[in-house]
């Protein structure tokens, strides 16, 4: 069982920066793929950035602005959202892939919210 519990999340102006950060057990933590996803009111769950073995996968929406990373020591990744927009606003998840399929997601936290103001 993996327990992932993020943190960091709020409320912030338009432009604005946030750092969202997931703590996650297990003692192969480094193996893991890793993901931050978002879901807005009344739309689907989407991906919003992944790290896994030294690469980083963005969604088009937030390349340039948001920028994942990862202590393989702490067994935590952080999200750093900068030029935050509205469309931001979401509650965030983050999940971990135990077996880096980058589709199959298997544990979850509970999320946090963040929220833009224009």
């Known amino acids: 069982q993996v327990q992932v519990v993020e943190s960091g999340g709020g409320l912030v102006q338009a432009g604005g920066s946030l750092r969202l950060s997931c703590a996650a057990s297990g003692r192969t933590f480094s193996s893991y793929a890793m993901a931050w996803f978002r879901q807005a009111p009344g739309k689907e769950r989407e991906f919003v950035a992944g790290?896994?073995?030294?690469?980083?996968y963005y969604t088009d929406s937030v390349k340039g602005r948001f920028a994942i990373s990862r202590d393989n020591a702490k067994n935590t990744v952080d999200l750093q959202m900068n030029s935050l927009k509205p469309d931001d606003t979401a509650v965030y998840y983050c999940a971990a892939d135990l077996n880096r399929t980058y589709v199959a997601y298997d544990y979850w936290g509970q999320g946090t919210q963040v929220t833009v103001s224009s």
């Open positions: 790290i896994s073995a030294g690469s980083t």
